[in-house]
């Protein structure tokens, strides 16, 4: 009899005819149950089957097709026709996580060429391609960075001050806590009120997701300056805060302004938008040597 | 060995099989099974709990309860975040799973906390702290390289960098 055999050999999921054949025998099949189990794991449409029962019915209900019978079959299928049943890239409403994966698609030459970007006056940063991995992990890193180093400067002035022990300087927490409220505020909540003051008052539409992608960016070129911030001297701090302040802010109004500056009515109102903007940048980046790179 | 034979030897593996889960009480399959699911999670949030207070116990003593709560939210929201991120490029790993690898990895940095406490010298701290860094983050590259598409590799494993940095520089500055 082929059937059984001695041997406990883990049968392959693949092996179609030899599971069915095992199905007489428990033992048989609680081996190729387990097995499909850390077959599953390696997460391969083929593979995902039902445990203990290879029924046709349960497999094909865990099954993820990998075609769709019913191309084959609608003559009248168009795949540019966004609603046809059976595209497959449907639009996802926006509190779903499958909607944002649009802004994900980049890769890793696009986030460095748009931090580069935003450290040029002219052309200002790419808007082509509109992602929110670069806002977010920049913002996320500019956060630790100033919490982190805002901390060491305020270390290395009290190891300056020598009035007590340099065990009274205490770590401060608080200074992370400030850094993420201001700096998330201001890459995904102001873009918000940007785009509707832009609307209503210059009655230009810019994108949400292209205010985060600008203001989001901008704030790289405080990366290094968080470094440079350690430099105790009071003076330098303000300059290099200035500087670094002045360039990103040019970058962000270019890239306002190459993208967006095309009505010939409101053009006064965009401009003085644009100035606002500008300054409310200024603001963020004295706000940001104020609170966490304070000098002696 | 006779045909007899073989069926005798399968049946009594049968039997034995059978005897041992179709004979246990049904709460102990089930608390088997919520053990294996609940098992995962324990052990980050012990790792968790372990962090937390080792470094709100050395903190300024207005902010004890600070501390504790921010390095409990940056540890599960940032492992949160990393895992959802690996997600949203493209990797093809689960969410609970990753973020149960992400905690567990953790545990050389607790190891490194511990260490800290009785060792204040700036030196021994830095050294403790660099081996576990260097030793959680390798672990958990491990687990969510080979699930992320090669040209966002970078992207998806920056984060899990900067999750065990943060970590590391908190315990080393505590």
């Known amino acids: 009899m082929s059937n059984q055999s001695n041997e406990l050999s883990f049968s392959s999921p693949f092996d179609q005819d030899e599971n069915e054949n095992q199905q007489e025998n428990e033992f048989g099949s609680f081996i190729s149950s387990g097995n499909e189990f850390i077959e599953s794991n390696s997460h391969s449409p083929k593979q995902m089957k039902g445990f203990g029962n290879n029924s046709q019915n349960l497999s094909d209900d865990l099954n993820i097709p990998d075609f769709n019978p019913e191309l084959e079959l609608n003559e009248n299928f168009d795949p540019l026709d966004e609603n046809a049943p059976n595209q497959k890239r449907k639009k996802q409403p926006f509190w779903t996580l499958s909607y944002y994966e649009q802004y994900f698609d980049v890769e890793t030459g696009d986030v460095l060429k748009n931090v580069i970007l935003s450290c040029h006056p002219v052309k200002g940063v790419s808007l082509e391609k509109l992602d929110l991995f670069g806002p977010f992990w920049v913002t996320t890193t500019l956060i630790i960075l100033m919490g982190s180093l805002g901390n060491f400067s305020s270390y290395i002035n009290s190891l300056k001050k020598q009035e007590e022990e340099v065990g009274d300087w205490e770590f401060d927490f608080r200074k992370i806590t400030t850094a993420s409220i201001l700096l998330y505020s201001y890459v995904f909540v102001y873009p918000i009120a940007v785009h509707f003051i832009f609307k209503f008052v210059s009655k230009i539409e810019i994108k949400i997701f292209a205010l985060i992608c600008i203001f989001g960016y901008s704030l790289s070129a405080f990366l290094p300056a968080s470094i440079l911030f350690a430099v105790p001297s009071e003076k330098s701090k303000w300059l290099l805060l200035i500087f670094v302040s002045c360039v990103t802010m040019l970058a962000i109004l270019s890239s306002l302004n190459n993208n967006y500056n095309t009505e010939n009515s409101h053009k006064i109102q965009f401009y003085v938008l644009l100035g606002g903007i500008g300054v409310v940048h200024f603001i963020i980046s004295i706000l940001i040597k104020i609170w966490f790179f304070e000098g002696n | ?174």
Request: net charge neutral; aromatic share 12%.
């Open chain 2, 1 to 174: 060995m006779s045909i007899l034979e073989e069926n005798k030897i399968d049946s009594q593996i049968n039997d034995d099989f059978l005897e041992s889960s179709l004979d246990e009480p049904i709460s102990q399959t089930i608390l088997r099974d919520v053990k294996m699911i609940g098992r995962d999670l324990w052990g980050p949030l012990i790792v968790c709990l372990i962090l937390s207070v080792i470094l709100s116990s050395k903190a300024a003593d207005n902010q004890t309860q600070l501390i504790f709560a921010g390095v409990f939210v940056i540890i599960w929201f940032g492992a949160g975040v990393v895992t959802v991120n690996a997600l949203l490029l493209g990797g093809k790993v689960s969410f609970f799973q990753s973020v149960c690898v992400l905690g567990y990895s953790l545990f050389p940095l607790v190891i490194s906390a511990l260490l800290c406490i009785f060792f204040r010298h700036i030196i021994a701290r830095t050294v403790f702290v660099l081996v576990g860094f260097v030793w959680s983050t390798i672990a958990s590259l491990g687990f969510i390289s080979p699930l992320i598409p090669k040209n966002k590799k970078t992207l998806a494993l920056y984060p899990v960098f900067l999750f065990y940095f943060t970590i590391s520089w908190l315990i080393l500055v505590n």
